[in-house]
T-cell receptor, first 115, second 114 residues
Framework: AQSVTQLDSQVPVFEEAPVELRCNYSSSVSVYLFWYVQYPNQGLQLLLKYLSGSTLVKGINGFEAEFNKSQTSFHLRKPSVHISDTAEYFCAVRNLNTGFQKLVFGTGTRLLVSP | ETGVTQSPTHLIKTRGQQVTLRCSSQSGHNTVSWYQQALGQGPQFIFQYYREEENGRGNFPPRFSGLQFPNYSSELNVNALELDDSALYLC?????????????FGPGTRLTVT
């Protein structure tokens, strides 16, 4: 079985500062990795994903993430955040070997950007 | 291209009642997954439907059931509601032919059980 750990439940940061949201996963098989964002009272929007290839993945809204297989991590970064980045961020994994598309999510990290 | 839609947006039910939630897939998608997101938690996989059959299920009891229709829309039914069923229910659609492995989520239905 897979599991995802998001170590920080909340990350406060000032506008224009850099931010890193941490994600570690556990799996005995190969996985695909995803980051989703959830704005208040909305569904989930895909930020970026790692399937294969380059370990540095760029997504929407200036976010990027780096897959580190040896550390089983997939941390999300942004060099300069905006007030509008305030939201809940979820890391998720998907088992490559199952025939269905189950995503296993972490508990989320709330990013709070203040002026 | 129409996105994933869900209805209703909010629902209040009493313990012991039954509820049906609805989801319309994004155009061209043939697979629907349902997730339960309790307050302050990440979404938990309930089950997935493909070709009108359930082809994957998470750790949810049988009182959670579903349907997928020929137009790929879907329903989630929950019988004998319990207080812990209060959550945001998310529907996600995807295509098994999509090598990008992306799921597109709807805005969710917030269910409150009193």
């Amino acid at each position: 079985a897979q599991s995802v750990t998001q170590l920080d439940s909340q990350v406060p940061v000032f506008e224009e500062a850099p931010v890193e949201l941490r994600c570690n996963y556990s799996s005995s098989v190969s996985v695909y990795l995803f980051w989703y964002v959830q704005y208040p009272n909305q569904g989930l929007q895909l930020l970026l994903k790692y399937l294969s290839g380059s370990t540095l993945v760029k997504g929407i809204n200036g976010f990027e993430a780096e897959f580190n297989k040896s550390q089983t991590s997939f941390h999300l970064r942004k060099p300069s955040v905006h007030i509008s980045d305030t939201a809940e961020y979820f890391c998720a994994v998907r088992n490559l070997n199952t025939g269905f598309q189950k995503l296993v999510f972490g508990t989320g990290t709330r990013l709070l950007v203040s002026p | 291209e129409t996105g994933v839609t869900q209805s209703p947006t909010h629902l209040i039910k009493t313990r012991g009642q039954q509820v049906t939630l609805r989801c319309s897939s994004q155009s061209g998608h043939n697979t629907v997954s349902w997730y339960q997101q309790a307050l302050g938690q990440g979404p938990q996989f309930i089950f997935q439907y493909y070709r009108e059959e359930e082809n994957g299920r998470g750790n949810f009891p049988p009182r959670f059931s579903g349907l997928q229709f020929p137009n790929y829309s879907s329903e989630l039914n929950v019988n004998a509601l319990e207080l812990d069923d209060s959550a945001l229910y998310l529907c996600a659609s995807s295509s098994n032919r999509d090598s990008r492995y992306e799921q597109y989520f709807g805005p969710g239905t917030r269910l409150t059980v009193t």
